[in-house]
Structure formats: structure tokens, C-alpha cells
């Protein structure tokens, strides 16, 4: 008599059982998966073994996708009462892909450079008259000079 886990076409000849392995193999493969999933390993080992079941695993299966899947060990986080559907810890800083990063960094150079030609700007035009004199106080400076000449030389004449 053939359980209602397994297909009632196992009792006839090898062949059928041989094909129908395949699925069977499928299904333990998808347990496993399933079994090394971060949050599934979190409950307990007999809530995961009744899903298996469930699902339509012999005890076996169950057993051999245990063991493929290297949970055979019970969690051992312990589970804090509180709300269950916080599942990710808060970040601390905001997520930023890689482009966002780039766009800052070229923003940035573009306000440093804009404040260092501002600077520059007012260096040229204010501060450095003041130290050095402005070009216009040289101009006058050489026209006084030729006009003295210019007086010194007529002065002679005379």
C-alpha cells in the first residue's frame, strides 16, 4: 500500500521509480534552498521540519535536505519579544550608490573652484594694489618724473 506522500505507480516495476527520482531529487533541491535562507534558519528546526512534511517530503527527504543544507543545528539566536517585521537593522548613515558619490564630489570641485576663482579675483583687485601700489600710481609717478624733466631741461636752456 503506497502512502499519500508517495506516487501509487512506485509499487508496478524499477523503471517508473527511476523516473520518477528526478522529481523527487527537484524537490529535495528546492528544500534546500529553502533551508538556507537566512531568515528560515532563524526558526526553530521542528517548525522547519513540519513545513517539509507539509509540503510533501517522506521523513527521510526532510532528513536528507537537512543535512545537504548544513542546518542540522538548532538557531542560535534567541528571539527578542518585540515586533516581528523589523527585519534589517537601521542603518546609521543614508545609502548612497556609487554615482550619487561621484555627482557630490564633482559638485564639491565645482563650488571650490568657483570660491578659489573668487578669491583670486579680489586678491588681484583689492589686496594687492594695496601692498604692492597700483598701476596707476606708477603712471602718475612716470609722468611726474618726464614733466620734471621736462622742466629741468627748458630750466637749463634759459
Do not use: C
Not at 526558526?43 to 536528507?64: I, Y
Not at 589686496?127 to 620734471?148: A, F
Amino acid at each position: 500500500m503506497a502512502s499519500p506522500d508517495q506516487p501509487d505507480h512506485q509499487n508496478q516495476n524499477a523503471v517508473p521509480a527511476r523516473e520518477d527520482a528526478a522529481p523527487r531529487e527537484a524537490l529535495i533541491a528546492t528544500a534546500v534552498r529553502f533551508l538556507q535562507n537566512q531568515q528560515v534558519r532563524q526558526s526553530p528546526l521542528a517548525t522547519r521540519k513540519a513545513f517539509l512534511k507539509k509540503k510533501g517530503l517522506t521523513d527521510e527527504e526532510v532528513d536528507l535536505a537537512i543535512q545537504r543544507s548544513g542546518s542540522t543545528e538548532e538557531p542560535l539566536t534567541v528571539a527578542v519579544p518585540g515586533p516581528a517585521h523589523i527585519a534589517h537593522p537601521v542603518p546609521l548613515a543614508p545609502y548612497s550608490p556609487s554615482g550619487y558619490r561621484w555627482r557630490n564630489y564633482s559638485a564639491l570641485a565645482v563650488i571650490l573652484a568657483g570660491m578659489a576663482f573668487g578669491f583670486h579675483h579680489l586678491y588681484r583687485k583689492y589686496i594687492l594694489p594695496l601692498i604692492m601700489g597700483s598701476k596707476e600710481d606708477k603712471k602718475h609717478l612716470q609722468r611726474i618724473e618726464s614733466n620734471i624733466a621736462d622742466m629741468s631741461g627748458t630750466l637749463t636752456q634759459t
